[in-house]
């Protein structure tokens, strides 16, 4: 498995594309303008204490003030147990004072951002939690005696030198599964040089300024996914070519030499046919190699894939078709979920197959493909009518999130009138107008393809209905009208 990272950076967004043996698998869309600010962490300063909400407002430089309540103010001596009744706000803030704060939910509106003093900094494998003392391991790593294994790493690990360690505590993430005591201290080290160059920033830094921020798109995927297969890291800023240099000296060495400028003169989203891909994964059908195609369905509950055969299939070999389509179908379907980052309940409706052992098999591919997805996957069973279900973790906005919105012509319904139910709306409305007003003349303002209808199919209508009101009808096309869209004008 050969595995590239191309990154393409402009001003207004910074795109990451991840392909495996030369086809797109995973992207990642950050635009600049949308770039949320949680995880940040802030010198803010306490505005007002609500006792009533047991709340306070906390000013950290932004338009509005941000909003904590009690139960994530930190008390600052910790000899209460947790669980234990949560303090008052008052006896926690006063007033006036200055704060460390994280943001944990985006202002939106003319809601401030939340906020909690119980920071956490993600690395690689870890968070820290510089207030909280205890060594957690992510729930999903499942075996025990792996846990166990990356909980000693952490809690043995040597002193650091005198006045150099910090206080607090880890939560191994669940990226750690696997990895050894080198890579996993090697993270423990950076957390600390970083947690320590955030306090110093702390006391320095003047209020309702930005004490730390996460990193940019194009960083975090070398913190979070790159790993030992990668051949190639290509990026097409120069400026940015530098920054990410110095990151991976700092974070993963091993990788420097294969971080790669690209001057090309074709841009960088060209190669392997990227941009391309990008487009048909907005669309509802993919097509497979065989002939067969997929047909996917994003709705609010969950997703469904659809497997189909081609046009023609023939008799002969039909189970051996449709077999060949299914497994064809069972990679290609894990591919759609990673490119277009699809969470939640999956639901996958394969054709039909009588035999048994090709069932298993076609299952099988299925899981073996999800086990390179970054997203945590779970294949709950199949169901009595061979709906095969699972579950994908839902992490950031899918594909179609980041870059769609709702279709206003059909109001996301997917379909939209076709022109003869509009010529019948039409020819309703112009005998309603008849009866409420009446005029010599009407004038319909529709689009294109219903007025040619209307000049064409239903003219006969058009004329019985001229006839039975005794005025003229006439048409105009409007060009910037939707095919559900008209009107009927009296002159
Ligand atoms: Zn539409």
Redesign the pocket.
């Known amino acids: 498995m050969s595995e590239e990272i191309l990154i393409n950076i402009t001003p207004m967004e910074t795109r990451v594309a991840v392909v495996e043996n030369g086809v797109l698998q995973e992207v990642y869309i950050e635009r600049t303008r949308r770039r949320g600010i949680v995880g940040n962490i802030y010198k803010g300063k306490v505005v007002r204490v609500l006792p009533g909400m047991q709340a306070a407002f906390v000013d950290i430089g932004l338009e509005r003030a941000a909003f904590i309540h009690a139960a994530d103010v930190t008390p600052p001596s910790r000899g209460h147990q947790a669980g234990s009744d949560v303090e008052s706000i008052s006896a926690l803030l006063r007033e006036g004072q200055s704060l460390i704060v994280q943001v944990t939910k985006e202002p939106i509106g003319s809601k401030g951002a939340r906020l909690t003093t119980h920071l956490s900094i993600p690395s690689r494998y870890l968070v820290y939690m510089p207030h909280t003392p205890h060594t957690g391991v992510s729930q999903r790593i499942d075996d025990e005696e792996e846990r166990e294994r990356l909980r000693s790493i952490v809690e043995n690990r040597p002193e650091p030198e005198k006045g150099k360690g910090v206080e607090g505590g880890f939560i191994i993430r669940t990226a750690a599964e696997g990895y050894g005591e080198e890579e996993v201290q090697a993270d423990v080290h950076f957390l600390e040089r970083l947690w320590r160059s955030v306090e110093r920033r702390c006391k320095e830094a003047k209020e309702r300024t930005v004490i730390y921020e996460d990193l940019p798109l194009f960083m975090r995927t070398m913190r979070d996914f790159v790993r030992p297969e990668i051949e190639k890291i290509r990026i097409d800023s120069r400026e940015n070519f530098t920054k990410l240099k110095e990151f991976v000296q700092e974070f993963v060495p091993s990788l420097e030499p294969r971080v790669e400028y690209y001057p090309g003169e074709r841009p960088i989203f060209d190669l392997y046919g990227v941009e391309d891909e990008i487009q048909k994964a907005l669309g509802r059908k993919v097509q497979l190699k065989s002939g067969g195609y997929l047909v996917v369905d994003q709705t609010e509950a969950m997703t469904t894939i659809d497997v189909n055969t081609g046009a023609f299939v023939g008799h002969r070999n039909l189970e051996e078709t449709i077999f060949k389509t299914n497994l064809e179908a069972a990679t290609a379907i894990v591919r759609q979920l990673r490119l277009r980052n699809l969470g939640g309940i999956i639901i996958i409706d394969f054709i039909d197959m009588e035999d048994a052992e090709h069932q298993r098999q076609v299952l099988r591919l299925l899981e073996k493909n999800l086990e390179r997805d970054h997203a945590k996957t779970k294949l709950t069973g199949v169901t009595e009518l061979g709906l095969v279900q699972m579950t994908r973790k839902r992490t950031r906005e899918s594909l179609e999130q980041v870059m769609c919105e709702p279709?206003p012509?059909?109001e996301?319904?997917?379909t939209?009138k076709t022109p003869e139910t509009v010529c019948y709306e039409i020819f309703r409305e112009i005998l309603r107008e008849e009866r409420a007003y009446g005029s010599k003349t009407y004038l319909v303002l529709a689009s294109q393809p219903v007025v040619d209808r209307l000049l064409d199919e239903e003219s006969a209508s058009v004329a019985d209905l001229e006839l039975f009101i005794n005025k003229t009808i006439k048409f105009q096309v409007e060009t910037m009208y939707s095919q559900e869209q008209f009107d009927v004008v009296l002159l």
């Open positions: 279709c012509t059909c996301a319904r997917g939209i």
